[in-house]
């Protein structure tokens, strides 16, 4: 079991950046792919990107590829999201979550933290 925990959420214009951070509690962190992933009100979870449990596979859904980064720190039980060129669109609750899988399906992943609030002013 692992126990998450994100932050760096905020207030940020247009065109700005922020980077998100999740860290993980117990010595398994490293065996799980970690995704990120973003709620909007009203809306259901939206896939944002996933790493490998090395950190070898990465994916990213179309409308933040080429604008974010994930990456991971296994000896610190981290994974980042370096958001940039950011829009309002990208406002919402973004939450880290932990699989067995490295996949972009929410329902694969069986650990989650409690969120982190991004707002994007225009």
């Known amino acids: 079991q692992v126990q998450l925990i994100e932050s760096g959420g905020g207030l940020v214009q247009t065109g700005g950046s922020l980077r998100l951070s999740c860290r993980g509690s117990g010595r398994t962190f490293s065996n799980y792919a970690m995704g990120w992933f973003r709620q909007a009100p009203g809306k259901n979870h939206f896939f944002v990107a996933t790493?490998?449990?090395?950190?070898?596979?990465?994916y990213y859904s179309d409308p933040v590829k080429d604008r974010f980064t994930i990456s991971r720190d296994n000896a610190k039980n981290t994974v980042y999201l370096q958001m940039n060129s950011l829009k309002p669109d990208d406002t919402a609750v973004y939450y880290c979550?932990?699989?067995?899988?490295?996949?972009?399906?929410?329902?694969?992943?069986?650990?989650w933290g409690q969120g982190t609030q991004v707002t994007v002013s225009s």
């Open positions: 790493i490998s449990s090395s950190g070898g596979r990465i």
């Open positions: 979550a932990a699989s067995n899988i490295t996949v972009a399906t929410s329902s694969a992943y069986n650990y």
